[in-house]
T-cell receptor, first 113, second 111 residues
Framework: DSGVTQTPKHLITATGQRVTLRCSPRSGDLSVYWYQQSLDQGLQFLIQYYNGEERAKGNILERFSAQQFPDLHSELNLSSLELGDSALYFC????????????FGSGTRLTVV | TQLLEQSPQFLSIQEGENLTVYCNSSSVFSSLQWYRQEPGEGPVLLVTVVTGGEVKKLKRLTFQFGDARKDSSLHITAAQPGDTGLYLCAGYYSGYSTLTFGKGTMLLVSP
């Protein structure tokens, strides 16, 4: 157990639907990151939050949004889902900003049918 | 946009063989990390290197950071099936608050 908890582990949904992925960071970590991983693109950075504030954005689509709550857990919302959104979504956390290693969760496997 | 390249993309070897995988960038890293990811799991941090020329060892794994801090290598001695996985390098570039990940080297070690 890495200390980063992601739910659900698997999700199957239809095109056009909306889903919410949840992440609880490791205790004491203030920074949360969301990544999308597919076979051809590797780990793609989506967005970073630090202590409740958005700090960096990567290749995140406008259909996707995220937030970090006062208790530091984070949610990634994916809407108007397309077949191409099928991927593994990882959350990671770290104690610092701009330094140190990441602790990853086990991921959510999203399948859009 | 910073580009971080890893090679080879895929490596299939027999148990007991040695191997080296590489990570290269056109820009200088503030620090660099190596992760291993097993199927169905998230990446796990193996090592962080900070100083140019630095060498770190983790059992049969040897990590080297280039003198100019633009490249790194991971050498595995006497590979075992348990070493199978995706090896990712990731670096911090000056002025960026997030790690940039390479696409990884997929290593398959057969008994």
């Amino acid at each position: 157990d890495s200390g980063v908890t992601q739910t659900p582990k698997h999700l199957i949904t239809a095109t056009g639907q909306r889903v919410t992925l949840r992440c609880s960071p490791r205790s004491g970590d203030l920074s949360v990151y969301w990544y999308q991983q597919s076979l051809d693109q590797g780990l793609q950075f989506l967005i970073q939050y630090y202590n409740g504030e958005e700090r960096a954005k990567g290749n995140i689509l406008e259909r996707f949004s995220a937030q970090q709550f006062p208790d530091l857990h984070s949610e990634l919302n994916l809407s108007s889902l397309e077949l191409g959104d099928s991927a593994l979504y990882f959350c990671a956390s770290s104690p610092l900003l701009g330094a140190g290693g990441y602790t990853f969760g086990s991921g959510t496997r999203l399948t859009v049918v | 946009t910073q580009l971080l390249e890893q090679s080879p993309q895929f490596l299939s070897i027999q148990e007991g063989e040695n191997l080296t995988v590489y990570c290269n960038s056109s820009s200088v890293f503030s620090s660099l990390q190596w992760y291993r990811q097993e199927p169905g799991e998230g990446p796990v941090l193996l090592v962080t290197v900070v100083t140019g020329g630095e060498v770190k060892k983790l059992k049969r794994l040897t990590f080297q950071f280039g003198d100019a801090r633009k490249d790194s290598s991971l050498h595995i001695t006497a590979a075992q099936p348990g070493d199978t996985g995706l090896y990712l390098c990731a670096g911090y570039y000056s002025g960026y608050s997030t790690l940039t990940f390479g696409k990884g080297t997929m290593l398959l070690v057969s008994p």
